[in-house]
């Protein structure tokens, strides 16, 4: 049988399987041992061809080679050879659950201009804004990510929660990217999500990018989220909003500026409109492997960040062998306890940097979400589960 009739085969074989158990949705995963069935199985390469075409076309169906797993016997497994193959099984079935995901992602309820006249600042020519994703740049959890660049026109993008779920509470999400490019989905769209199915409003923060190159490259980006927390509050009413309940989140570069904005004394740049004189301060923040917040030994925070009595209590996420320097979330939590703000601090042995909330096995710091959500219910920001 040539490759074309088998994939044939399969497509039907699966459809038989989604419609006896009523189940559409059902993801299946093809597997086969390359390397066991090398030499031995003259159909082989049609096999492959034929479980990577129809993977290639069904979304919902992933292709694995279990000869990646270290296996003494390919046929009989072992108790180490069934761990093996049943992690390669689960990281395929998390990569085909996200991209189920991504593939029904809502569109944003609202876009709105964070300037309307133009931000402040001079106007910087940095091309057309652009995915700046690379088919060769790592993947997240299985998963490429929007690498968002060149944006000169910031944007708030508001994602609200069902009827039946709205709590008003809200969140502005600021990306990370190293004030280069902004991790569009990965820290963005995919974290308002989880925040809408928690009932939290979600206004997702397109601010400007690249900064790296300029002095205080903070600045542009802090300005941006200043000005979109005070243009959050004068549609507290229209958005269902309790106008004591909005908070920052960031990722990253993106948790500098809500770091920054949450405990700014000054609105960094002339009020533009009535909504600037809406407050910019942040109720709560949630701040997630941030750097660039000491000072070059690690010891203490950068001589203009100045945590007051009157700082949000804040979440914080990192990792020990974040390449991003845990130091951050160790001094700024630290300062948070010295002026007696309440806040939560979660270090985890391991995780790299830049996960969002994608989750890897043996990495629990990719848990946070769930405990981010036990201390906004603490918070009396969402409701308890039991309630």
């Known amino acids: 049988m040539d490759a074309p009739k088998y994939a044939g085969r399969l497509r039907e074989m699966i459809a038989a399987w989604r419609r006896d158990l009523k189940a559409p949705g059902l993801t299946v995963l093809l597997a086969v041992n390359t390397r066991f069935l090398e030499g031995r199985n003259q159909f082989m390469p049609r096999i492959v061809a034929a479980q990577k075409e129809v993977s290639d076309s069904d979304p919902l169906v992933e292709y694995v080679d279990t000869s990646k797993a270290s296996i003494a016997n390919p046929v009989h497994f072992d108790a180490k050879g069934t761990l093996e193959v049943g992690r390669l099984f689960a990281e395929r079935l998390i990569k085909l659950e996200h991209d189920k995901l991504a593939a029904v992602a809502k569109p944003a309820d609202q876009i709105v201009w964070v300037w309307p006249a133009g931000p402040p600042g001079d106007d910087r020519n940095v091309g057309p804004e652009r995915d700046f994703t690379k088919p060769a740049d790592k993947l997240i959890a299985g998963r490429r990510i929007i690498k968002l660049g060149n944006v000169s026109k910031p944007e708030?993008?508001?994602?609200?929660?069902?009827?039946?779920?709205?709590?008003?509470?809200?969140?502005?999400?600021?990306?990370?990217?190293?004030?280069?490019?902004?991790?569009?989905?990965?820290?963005g769209t995919e974290v308002a999500e989880w925040l809408t199915s928690i009932g939290v409003t979600a206004i997702v923060l397109k601010y400007r990018v690249p900064t790296n190159a300029i002095d205080s490259a903070w600045l542009p980006p802090v300005q941006d989220a200043q000005r979109t927390m005070s243009l959050v509050r004068p549609h507290a009413s229209q958005w269902h909003l309790d106008e004591n309940r909005i908070g920052i989140l960031g990722f990253s570069a993106g948790a500098v500026t809500a770091v920054r904005t949450s405990l700014a004394s000054e609105q960094f740049y002339e009020s533009f409109d009535d909504a600037d004189s809406k407050p910019f301060h942040a109720n709560s923040a949630v701040i997630l492997y941030p750097g660039g917040l000491v000072n070059k030994d690690g010891t203490a925070l950068l001589d203009d960040i100045t945590v007051t009595k009157d700082a949000p209590p804040m979440f914080f996420a990192h990792a020990f062998d974040d390449r991003v320097r845990v130091e951050s979330s160790l001094q700024l939590f630290l300062a948070l306890k010295r002026a007696n703000v309440p806040s939560e601090l979660h270090v985890y042995d391991a995780g790299g940097h830049g996960y969002g909330l994608r989750p890897v096995l043996k990495h629990p710091v990719t848990t946070w979400p769930a405990r981010c959500e036990d201390w906004l219910r603490r918070l009396e920001w969402i409701s308890r589960s039991d309630e």
């Open 156 to 187: 708030l993008h508001l994602y609200l929660p069902s009827e039946d779920k709205r709590n008003g509470s809200a969140m502005v999400i600021c990306s990370g990217g190293g004030f280069h490019i902004l991790a569009w989905d990965l820290e």
